[in-house]
């Protein structure tokens, strides 16, 4: 056996998750008359509680299923209420290779604009240090020139005060 042949762990995560929900899932009539195959619960506890898959998996599976296009989710759920997903279609070898190409780069673009935010972040504060530099430099000018102007100088310097 070859690397090429040994399936990821996190397949074989969704490819199950997606199992169940699709043997659980039933056909609803939508809008317009519209026939599609929907699986109604709570994805957390599916995978989670009736998998007994850890805690983290939930947004890698949930995120992978998606990315591969295999559900879609119609309605979110909350609380009590449960979400609404499509069955798409199930996972299979190829659309995971190119779902996990997409999320690698997802993960590339989500680091550099983490960067870029840093770096903006820092820019501004330093913009906002040198502006109030440069307010205080320009309230010192005026009272400079008003105390020129007037031969007096401003009460707030104290200096001149007989």
Same mark, same amino acid.
């Given at each position: 056996?070859?690397?090429?042949?040994?399936?990821?762990?996190?397949?074989?995560?969704?490819?199950?998750?997606? +199992?169940?929900?699709?043997? *659980?899932?039933?056909?609803?009539?939508?809008?317009?008359?519209?026939?599609?195959?929907? @699986? #109604?619960?709570?994805?957390?506890?599916? /995978?989670?509680?009736?998998?007994? $898959?850890?805690?983290?998996?939930?947004?890698? /599976?949930?995120?992978?299923? !998606?990315?591969?296009?295999?559900?879609?989710?119609?309605?979110?759920?909350?609380?009590?209420?449960?979400?609404? @997903? *499509?069955?798409?279609?199930?996972? !299979? &070898?190829? $659309?995971?290779?190119?779902?996990?190409?997409?999320?690698?780069?997802? +993960?590339? +673009?989500?680091?550099? =604009? !983490?960067?870029? /935010?840093?770096?903006?972040?820092?820019?501004?504060? &330093?913009?906002? &240090?040198? #502006?109030?530099?440069?307010?205080?430099?320009?309230? *010192?000018?005026?009272?400079?020139? #008003?105390? =020129?102007?007037?031969?007096?100088?401003?009460?707030?310097?104290?200096?001149?005060?007989?």
């Amino acid at each position: 056996m070859n690397d090429n042949d040994v399936t990821p762990v996190m397949f074989d995560h969704c490819q199950r998750v997606y +199992q169940v929900m699709s043997n *659980e899932a039933q056909v609803k009539e939508v809008e317009g008359g519209v026939k599609m195959v929907v @699986w #109604e619960g709570f994805l957390t506890r599916l /995978i989670q509680e009736r998998l007994g $898959l850890a805690v983290p998996y939930y947004s890698s /599976i949930r995120g992978h299923l !998606t990315r591969m296009n295999c559900i879609r989710q119609m309605r979110r759920g909350g609380g009590n209420s449960p979400s609404q @997903w *499509e069955m798409l279609k199930p996972p !299979t &070898k190829e $659309l995971f290779a190119n779902a996990e190409a997409t999320g690698n780069v997802r +993960q590339r +673009q989500r680091e550099s =604009h !983490t960067q870029q /935010i840093a770096d903006l972040t820092r820019r501004v504060s &330093k913009l906002e &240090k040198n #502006e109030q530099t440069l307010i205080s430099t320009i309230v *010192e000018l005026q009272r400079t020139l #008003e105390e =020129h102007v007037t031969g007096k100088s401003h009460p707030d310097t104290g200096a001149g005060a007989a």
